[in-house]
C-alpha cells in the first residue's frame, strides 16, 4: 500500500511555543518525493517543502524545520516559536516515483491552531 | 502573476444538474490535476492530464468527466451532480509529469454544495 498518515488531526497551542506535526508514510517505491503544503483560513494550498528519498538531510527555513527519517519512514515537520499566522491546515504529501505520473497521495491533514 | 485561476468561487447545485469547472494556468506547465478535498480525507485525486491531448483517471474518477481543451485550460465535468459530490475541488498544474522536483501549483479552489 502507499498512504500518507496524519494521526493528529488538530493540535492547538499558544504562541511562542513549538510544534511537531508528524507524518509517517507507506511506498514500495525506493525512489520517492515528500512534500508539505499548507492551507490557510483562505483556502488556498501553498507549497513548503520537497524532499527526495535519497536526501535524508534535515532543513531548517526560518522558524520551519522538517526531519526525514528513512528507517521510522517520517517526514515531520516542526515549527518554532510558533505564531498566529501559522494558523492552517496541514498537509504531507507522498510522491511514489512509479506510477509514471505526478500523482501526490495526501494525508488526511493535521489542523493547527495557534492561540495568542 | 495568475498561477493557476478556478472558477467559479463558490457553487450550488441540485441534484441531477450539470456544470462545467474551469481551470486555467499561465505558467506553461504541461500536466494539470483535479483534486477533491472532503473533510477527514485530504485530497485526493480525480482526474489529470499529463500533457496536452491526454487524460487519465486518478483515484475517485467516477461520476466526471475532464477535458484537457489546450495547454493552458482543464475543466471538470459533472454530467448528474449527486450529495456525494459536495466538495472543494481544486486544480493543479506542475511542470511535468515525471518531473523529479516539481511541486504542484494548485488554484483557490471551488466549493461545490448538491442538494
Known amino acids: 500500500a502507499q498512504k500518507v498518515t496524519q494521526a493528529q488531526t488538530e493540535i492547538s497551542v499558544v504562541e511562542k511555543e513549538d510544534v511537531t506535526l508528524d507524518c509517517v508514510y507507506e511506498?514500495?517505491?525506493?525512489?520517492?518525493?515528500l512534500f508539505w503544503y499548507k492551507q490557510p483560513p483562505s483556502g488556498e494550498l501553498v507549497f513548503l517543502i520537497r524532499?527526495?528519498?535519497?536526501?535524508?538531510q534535515n532543513e531548517i527555513s526560518g522558524r520551519y524545520s522538517w526531519n526525514f527519517q528513512k528507517s521510522t519512514s517520517s517526514f515531520n515537520f516542526t515549527i518554532t516559536a510558533s505564531q498566529v499566522v501559522d494558523s492552517a491546515v496541514y498537509f504531507c504529501?507522498?510522491?511514489?516515483?512509479?506510477?509514471?505520473?505526478?500523482?501526490?497521495?495526501f494525508g488526511a491533514g493535521t489542523r493547527l491552531a495557534v492561540h495568542p | 502573476n495568475a498561477g493557476v485561476t478556478q472558477t467559479p468561487k463558490f457553487q450550488v447545485l441540485k441534484t441531477g444538474q450539470s456544470m462545467t469547472l474551469q481551470c486555467a494556468q499561465d505558467?506553461?506547465?504541461?500536466?494539470m490535476y483535479w483534486y477533491r478535498q472532503d473533510p477527514g480525507m485530504g485530497l485526493r485525486l480525480i482526474y489529470y492530464?499529463?500533457?496536452?491531448?491526454?487524460?487519465d483517471k486518478g483515484e475517485v474518477p467516477n461520476g466526471y468527466n475532464v477535458s484537457r481543451l489546450n495547454k493552458r485550460e482543464f475543466s471538470l465535468r459533472l454530467e448528474s451532480a449527486a450529495p456525494s459530490q459536495t466538495s472543494v475541488y481544486f486544480c493543479?498544474?506542475?511542470?511535468?509529469?515525471?518531473?523529479?522536483?516539481?511541486?504542484?501549483?494548485f488554484g483557490n479552489g471551488t466549493r461545490l454544495t448538491v442538494t
Open positions: 493543479a498544474s506542475s511542470e511535468a509529469d515525471r518531473g523529479v522536483n516539481s511541486p504542484l501549483h
Open positions: 511506498t514500495r517505491d525506493t525512489t520517492y518525493y
Open positions: 524532499r527526495n528519498s535519497f536526501d535524508e
Open positions: 504529501a507522498l510522491k511514489p516515483f512509479s506510477g509514471g505520473y505526478n500523482k501526490l497521495i
Open positions: 505558467m506553461n506547465h504541461n500536466s
Open positions: 492530464s499529463a500533457s496536452e491531448g491526454t487524460t
